[in-house]
Nanobody, 118 residues
């Protein structure tokens, strides 16, 4: 199983980025997908998830109204659209996959760095 995250970069506050995560080696449509982020020295933080069917996207309060999670099961890809970025959004962003009948995030991507300057 491989999750390949991409799309990170450096932007100024108020800017936008779109992260992508392409999956291979798994039946993508059977997996809930999530985005997490981590700042060096801090715990990994949950950001957003979307169910295997693509419904019921969920985002944590601190990114609601600014971020959107979506997926295309035919393309085996999940995206995180990030608008109105803030310096506190700076982190390494990871995508992850969890079987619909499991509570554990079984597979993780390598991470992509997002840097937001003020």
């Amino acid at each position: 199983v491989q999750l390949q995250a991409s799309g990170g970069g450096s932007v100024q506050a108020g800017g936008s980025l779109r992260l992508s995560c392409s999956a291979s080696g798994l039946i993508f449509s059977n997996y809930e997908m999530g985005w997490f982020r981590q700042v060096p020295g801090k715990l990994r933080e949950y950001v957003a998830t979307i169910r295997a069917s693509g419904d019921s996207p969920y985002l944590v309060d601190r990114v609601k109204g600014r971020f959107t999670i979506s997926r295309d099961n035919a393309k085996k890809t999940v995206w995180l659209q990030m608008n109105s970025l803030k310096p506190e959004d700076t982190a390494v962003y990871y995508c992850a996959a969890k079987s619909s009948d499991s509570s554990q995030w079984a597979y993780w991507g390598q991470g992509t760095l997002v840097t937001v300057s003020s």
